[in-house]
C-alpha cells in the first residue's frame, strides 16, 4: 500500500500515471496474500477476520485515493496518507520481526 500511495503523492495525474498506479496497486492487492498460510496457524478467528477486511478494504482505498488525485489533486491528505501508512508499515516491520516474536 505504501508504494502506490507515496507514487501519487509525488507524481501529477496523468493517463500514464494512472496507468502505473493501477498496476502498482493490483500488485499490493496480491502482495497482501503472500502470507496468510502463515496466518492461518498462527492467527486466532478474530485477527483472521481483520485480515479479511483488509482484504476488502485495501482495493477501496486504492479506488478512494485514485479519485482524490483526479479530482482534487491539491488535497494534502493524499501527501498524509503515505506517511501514516509507512509509519503503521515501520511497527508491523518490527512487531513481527524475530527479537519480538510471541512466545508459544
Not at 43 to 48: A, D, L, R, Y
Not at 60 to 85: A, K, M, R, T
Request: aromatic fraction near 18%; include cysteine; proline fraction near 5%.
Amino acid at each position: 500500500m505504501f508504494v502506490p500511495l507515496s507514487f501519487i503523492a509525488i507524481k501529477e495525474f496523468t493517463h500514464q500515471n494512472l496507468t502505473v498506479y493501477i498496476i502498482l496497486g493490483v500488485f499490493s492487492c496480491l502482495f497482501i496474500t503472500k502470507d496468510e498460510f502463515v496466518h492461518a496457524q498462527e492467527c486466532n478467528g478474530f485477527e483472521n477476520w481483520l485480515h479479511a477486511l483488509l482484504f476488502v478494504l485495501h482495493p477501496l482505498i486504492f479506488v478512494c485515493s485514485g479519485l482524490l488525485w483526479i479530482n482534487h489533486p491539491e488535497d494534502q491528505f493524499i501527501c498524509y496518507q503515505p506517511l501514516l501508512v509507512g509509519v503503521f508499515m515501520l511497527y508491523q516491520l518490527l512487531r513481527w520481526s524475530i527479537p519480538w516474536k510471541r512466545a508459544k
